[in-house]
């Protein structure tokens, strides 16, 4: 057994939750007004995939839309509950990955913001993860998911830093391990390193692997997985049909039965 087969995939472990908490902070980021406007009409619950520290979860409940989430990570739903506790909420959180869910209940929309999707590096697992998506929704209900398009596929992270409240550098290096083009796929293994007074005090390797996908082939994914009236769009502007250059690609798609 190699050193590469003890390390988990896409774990998200304490280091890399905090690290994820500064670079993403709660309200920050731009995705929030197009979920706000486009769940607002929603008559019903939401469920967020993947909602890692709660960096739009919070805004969306503050905007008064009744969303709960999923994550695999321990780590980062502890961050969640703590910052969503800081603001007066008390979300209900759940530990289950995209290839378990079972919630036993139904939304009237599920969202998975972030590229999170991507983290479902078999084709066969994210087949089974949007029919699982689809269970989980009352007919009618909408699926949103955001995909980066096929140019990210030959992207690299640079090197990356950022100061913890107690004054700690954390750092991020990322290499790229494997690449499969024919399976769409990649892997990287990041090295999270906590610094103090000059000294590196903690360090954290983990393991992320990806799916890119193809604008039609998810179109198509959607449809064989029951899903109809899919429309995408993208950066984020509804009705804006996708073109070179955009930076992410947005879908949409409703439970018809």
């Given at each position: 057994m190699t050193a590469q087969d003890t390390l988990a995939t896409n774990r998200y472990g304490r280091l890399c939750a905090e690290v994820y908490d500064l670079d993403k902070p709660t309200g920050a980021l731009f995705d929030i007004p197009?979920?706000?406007?486009?769940?607002?009409?929603?008559?019903?619950?939401?469920?967020?995939?993947?909602?890692?520290?709660?960096?739009?979860?919070?805004?969306?409940?503050?905007?008064?839309?009744?969303?709960?989430g999923f994550d695999h990570s321990p780590?980062?739903?502890?961050?969640?509950?703590?910052?969503?506790?800081?603001?007066?909420?008390?979300?209900t959180l759940t530990q289950a990955r995209f290839q378990d869910l079972a919630l036993g209940r139904r939304f009237a929309a599920i969202i998975v913001p972030a590229s999170s999707f991507m983290l479902l590096d078999r084709f066969d697992e994210a087949l089974e993860a949007l029919g699982r998506l689809r269970d989980h929704l009352e007919p009618g209900g909408r699926l949103l998911v955001d995909l980066p398009p096929m140019s990210a596929f030959d992207g690299q992270a640079p090197e990356r830093s950022w100061t913890a409240v107690n004054g700690d550098l954390l750092t991020l290096r990322s290499s790229r391990a494997e690449t499969d083009v024919i399976g769409q796929r990649r892997v990287h293994h990041d090295r999270y390193e906590r610094w103090r007074d000059g000294r590196l005090v903690e360090t954290e390797i983990e393991r992320f692997a990806y799916r890119l996908w193809?604008?039609?082939?998810?179109?198509?994914a959607l449809g064989a997985a029951g899903f109809a009236e899919i429309t995408v769009c993208a950066n984020y502007r509804?009705?804006?049909a996708p073109r070179a250059g955009d930076q992410i690609l947005n879908f949409e798609a409703v439970r018809t039965a």
């Open positions: 197009y979920y706000i406007a486009r769940l607002r009409e929603r008559d019903g619950p939401v469920l967020e995939a993947a909602v890692g520290t709660g960096r739009l979860m919070i805004p969306l409940l503050e905007a008064g839309i009744a969303v709960e780590e980062m739903l502890a961050i969640c509950g703590e910052r969503a506790a800081a603001r007066g909420l008390a979300p193809g604008m039609e082939e998810f179109r198509f509804p009705g804006r």
